[in-house]
């Protein structure tokens, strides 16, 4: 499954099926103290590709600069640091459990994400690429079949450790600078 995220900023953005139906979007209220991003999870529209039916909060980000930030998920107030705590001398990877039970670790790299399953690679992120030397594309996640079941949690937990990736990389207020319209229903 390939998921396109338009702009690919993750804390302001919409993200799309290969067929171009809505599945998520996020949004980032930023404050003097605190931003929020809030996730939201959409029911495509099958005969108007763009155009959603319903949409629900899946989950908010409370980000924290001193402290650990806060994931509201499925009902629950989860610190960060313990959702999905740092591993590592460096603090590259991220670990998570998944419903099944299993330990999943997304690996930090300076241009992309990867999540793994024990040594296998069940989703990736490719960045955007402006295509000079060959064709380019729109910044995507793909995500493979064996964690298809989970893809609301692969889809949260990508956000969060994207933005902690690119966070020394942007210039600060850049996701805000692009932040995308709802998309329409």
């Known amino acids: 499954m390939k998921l396109t995220f338009k702009p690919p900023h993750v804390r302001n953005t919409v993200i799309t099926n290969e067929q171009g139906h809505v599945l998520y ?6 404050t003097f103290d605190t931003r929020v991003t ?3 999870k959409h029911v495509p529209n099958e005969f108007n590709i763009g155009k959603v ?3 629900e909060i ?3 980000i409370e980000w924290h600069t001193f402290a650990s930030s806060v994931i509201k998920y499925d009902g629950m107030d989860l610190l960060a640091s313990q959702f999905i705590p740092n591993k590592g001398i460096l603090g590259r990877r991220r670990v998570f459990r998944g419903p099944d039970g299993l330990l999943y670790k997304w690996k930090l790299g300076p241009r992309n ?3 793994m399953l024990d040594d296998k690679e069940v989703a990736r ?3 955007l690429d402006i295509g000079f030397n060959k064709p380019g594309h729109e910044a995507y996640l793909e995500v493979f079949s064996p964690v298809e079941h989970m893809l609301d ?3 949260l937990t990508f956000i969060y450790v994207e933005k902690l990736r690119r966070g020394t990389q942007e210039a600060p207020g850049t996701d805000r600078m692009h932040a995308p319209t709802e998309p329409a229903n």
């Open 25 to 30: 979007s996020t949004s980032t209220a930023f």
């Open 38 to 40: 809030v996730v939201k």
């Open 53 to 55: 039916e319903s949409s």
């Open 58 to 60: 899946l989950a908010k």
């Open 113 to 115: 994400c990867i999540l």
């Open 125 to 127: 992120h490719h960045p």
């Open 153 to 155: 949690l692969v889809v």
